[in-house]
C-alpha cells in the first residue's frame, strides 16, 4: 500500500536557521502530497499542497517541491521563527473504491529557541 | 467560511456513560471523515461518510458509532469505552483535494 516516511524528530534549530524536513513517499499513481501542522493543543492545519509532479506548494515561509524523480516532498523554510515550534506532517491523497484518504507519515517535532 | 467546529473541547466520560461528540462545516463539502489521534502520533482514520452515507468504517469498535444527519453535521456516539480510547478525535472535511480539520475533541476516559 502507499506509505509516507518523515524525518525523525525532533528537529531543534536556533531562530532564523534553515529548517529542512525530510519526506518521501511510497505510491502507485501520482497522489496529491500535503503538508500539515499541527500546534500543541490544536487540530492540523493544511500548510502547503502539491498536485503534480514539479509543483511548489508554498505558504508562511514555507515551501515544498513534489519531486517524482525521488519521490521525495521535503519542507523548507530559509529562516525560521519560534512561533513555527509545532509538529508537522507529511501527507498523500489516496484515492480508493470507497472514497479518499489521507496517508500521513509519523510526524516531526519541530522546537525553536530563541 | 472554512471553518470546521467540534464541540466539546474537552470530555471527560466513565466508562459506562454515554456520550456523542459532533461535527459541523458549512464548506459545502460532500466528504467528511473522523480520525483518532493519540499523543505524538499521527490522526488514524476511523470513518468516512460521501455524500451522507458512511463508504469508509476502518474496523473501528461498536462502541464507536457515527451518524450524518445532513451534509452539515457528522456525530460521533460513544458508548461503554475503555480508557485507552482517550485521545484526540478530529473531524475533517475535504474539498478537491484537500482536507479541512476540526481543532478536535480531547476525550479522556475514566
Known amino acids: 500500500g502507499n506509505s509516507v516516511t518523515q524525518m525523525e524528530g525532533p528537529v531543534t534549530l536556533s531562530e532564523e536557521a534553515f529548517l529542512t524536513i525530510n519526506c518521501t513517499y511510497t505510491a502507485t499513481g501520482y497522489p496529491s502530497l500535503f503538508w500539515y501542522v499541527q500546534y500543541p493543543g490544536e487540530g492540523l492545519q493544511l500548510l502547503l499542497k502539491?498536485?503534480?509532479?514539479?509543483d511548489k506548494g508554498s505558504n508562511k515561509g514555507f515551501e515544498a517541491t513534489y519531486r517524482k524523480e525521488t519521490t521525495s516532498f521535503h519542507l523548507e523554510k530559509g529562516s525560521v521563527q519560534v512561533s513555527d515550534s509545532a509538529v508537522y506532517f507529511c501527507?498523500?491523497?489516496?484515492?480508493?473504491?470507497?472514497?479518499?484518504?489521507?496517508?500521513f507519515g509519523a510526524g516531526t517535532i519541530l522546537r525553536v529557541k530563541s | 467560511d472554512t471553518e470546521v467546529t467540534q464541540t466539546p473541547k474537552h470530555l471527560v466520560m466513565g466508562m459506562t456513560n454515554k456520550k456523542s461528540l459532533k461535527c459541523e462545516q458549512h464548506?459545502?463539502?460532500?466528504?467528511m471523515y473522523w480520525y483518532k489521534q493519540k499523543a505524538k502520533k499521527p490522526p488514524e482514520l476511523m470513518f468516512v461518510y460521501s455524500y451522507e452515507k458512511l463508504s469508509i468504517n476502518e474496523s473501528v469498535p461498536s462502541r464507536f458509532s457515527p451518524e450524518c444527519p445532513n451534509s452539515s453535521l457528522l456525530n460521533l456516539h460513544l458508548h461503554a469505552l475503555q480508557p485507552e480510547d482517550s485521545a484526540l478525535y478530529l473531524c475533517?472535511?475535504?474539498?478537491?483535494?484537500?482536507?479541512?480539520f476540526g481543532q478536535g475533541t480531547r476525550l479522556t476516559v475514566v
Open positions: 464548506m459545502g463539502h460532500r466528504a
Open positions: 502539491a498536485t503534480k509532479a514539479d
Open positions: 475533517a472535511t475535504r474539498g478537491g483535494t484537500e482536507a479541512f
Open positions: 501527507a498523500l491523497s489516496e484515492a480508493g473504491e470507497y472514497g479518499n484518504k489521507l496517508v
